[in-house]
């Protein structure tokens, strides 16, 4: 089955900028969407068709190769939160998330 | 807002079933495909069953398939999942999400629910 790696936990200091990857075979044939989930509470959508920006939102994504990569700018506290990466695995027919990354803000 | 509201969760015994619906509101649910995804207590995302807008096609984890049914009825915007056979492994918090699309393929999900749970125990 198709798989998605994230690193398990990333930290940032107040104000710089954040980034966490999604590693996958061939990812960027792929079309990835990611996701936050703070505690408590239902996922977000954050990043759409691998780099589509929701309204009001700090984050921006790439993909290509084997690699997603999800980035935050400007990093507040209130951005600490598991994030996700998601592809369709379509030789399955399967919706694929990865792992998650605990963001932690310093 | 656009809302999906699940309902159905609760407790249950080790191979006992339970019916899980999500409600749509204030979009055009025939339009959009739609997912349930599950949360197991310290774990991460799981993805649990798709169906397209039509219902033509349905999609399953490898996890469920066999247990659990996804289904909907467009007339009353409602999303729907039987869960049977269940087993402690099954314990999660489940939400239902809408769909960018009407297909699933590449499509990924712009609006979930506040979630319902389901503990299997015994």
């Known amino acids: 089955s198709y798989v998605l790696t994230q690193p398990p936990s990333v930290s940032v200091a107040p104000g710089e900028t954040a980034t966490i990857s999604c590693g996958g075979d061939?990812?960027?044939?792929?079309?990835v969407y990611w996701y936050h989930q703070k505690s408590g509470q239902a996922p977000v959508l954050v990043v759409a068709?691998?780099?589509?920006?929701r309204s009001g939102m700090r984050f921006s994504g790439s993909n290509s190769g084997n690699t997603a990569t999800l980035t935050i700018s400007r990093v507040e506290a209130g951005d600490e939160a598991d994030y996700y990466c998601?592809?369709?695995?379509?030789?399955?027919?399967?919706?694929?998330f990865g792992g998650g990354t605990e963001l932690t803000v310093l | 807002d656009v809302q999906l509201l699940e309902s159905g969760g609760g407790l249950v015994h080790p191979g006992g079933s339970l019916r899980l619906s999500c409600v749509a509101s204030?979009?055009?649910?025939?339009?959009?495909?739609m997912s349930w995804v599950r949360r197991a207590p310290g774990e991460g995302l799981e993805w649990v069953s798709s169906?397209?807008?039509?219902?033509?096609?349905?999609y399953y984890a490898t996890s469920v398939r066999g247990r659990f049914t996804i289904s909907r009825d467009n007339a009353k915007k409602t999303l729907y999942l039987q869960l049977n056979s269940l087993g402690v492994e099954d314990t999660a918090v489940y939400y239902c999400?809408?769909?960018?699309?009407?297909?699933?393929?590449?499509?990924?999900?712009?609006?979930w629910g506040q979630g319902t749970m389901v503990t299997v125990s015994s």
């Open positions: 998601q592809v369709w695995d379509s030789s399955r027919d399967l919706v694929v």
């Open positions: 061939n990812i960027g044939s792929k079309t």
């Open positions: 999400a809408k769909h960018l699309e009407g297909v699933t393929s590449g499509s990924g999900l712009d609006i």
């Open positions: 204030t979009f055009s649910f025939t339009t959009y495909a």
């Open positions: 169906i397209t807008n039509t219902a033509g096609n349905t």
């Open positions: 068709y691998d780099s589509e920006r």
